[in-house]
């Protein structure tokens, strides 16, 4: 068994947002169709933002499994400027479900650039550890210790 790793990657999408308005953005809704069908079977786990334009991704799981979803990904014509921010060997998982999560837009996420003084979501500037901050902010909130008024499973699992 190959070792645990946790890879944190920003990039910037390629298509026209919808508006924001009706839910889920429907290249992004198609996006964690396919993860999740795929992660499961690679045993991948992780965390997928999407705000202002750019995507937020934590992909844990195998070395080699990563690996070969994030090639996968890499070569998707739906993004670019992909990043690297951080990879890691993980002593444990932070997002446990083989799938992949999806967190919208929302005040804890502004919260936390406000507090660094960033004005808009710019994850391709992020440092490491400011990446790593928002891997585990995101981890807070699955596990209900966040507190950020405006998060709801509810809304989340509607999806
Ligand atoms: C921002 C972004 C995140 C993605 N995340 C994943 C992922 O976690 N797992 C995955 O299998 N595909 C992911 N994809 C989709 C892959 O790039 C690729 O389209 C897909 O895996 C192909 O799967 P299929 O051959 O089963 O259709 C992502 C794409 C984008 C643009």
Do not use: C
């Not at 839910?23 to 993860?35: A, C, D």
């Not at 890499?74 to 992909?82: A, E, F, N, V």
């Not at 837009?105 to 979501?121: K, M």
């Not at 710019?122 to 807070?140: G, K, M, N, W, Y």
């Amino acid at each position: 068994m190959s070792e645990l790793i946790r890879l944190i990657y920003a990039s910037r999408a390629e298509f026209e947002p919808a508006d924001p308005i009706q839910g889920v953005e429907p290249n992004v809704g198609r996006i964690l169709m396919q993860s999740r069908r795929n992660n499961k079977r690679g045993g991948i786990g992780g965390v997928l933002y999407f705000g202002d334009r750019h995507f937020f991704q934590v992909l844990e799981g195998e070395r080699d499994a990563v690996n070969e979803t994030y090639r996968r990904i890499s070569g998707d014509p739906r993004h670019r400027q992909l990043t690297i921010l951080s990879v890691k060997k993980a002593g444990q998982r932070l997002f446990e479900d083989w799938s992949m999560k999806y967190v919208p837009a929302e005040q804890s996420v502004r919260e936390f650039l406000a507090a660094r003084d960033y004005l808009r979501f710019v994850p391709l500037q992020f440092s490491e550890s400011e990446a790593e901050d928002l891997a585990r902010l995101f981890h807070r909130q699955q596990t209900g210790q966040g507190n950020d008024r405006g998060f709801s499973w509810r809304r989340l699992l509607k999806f």
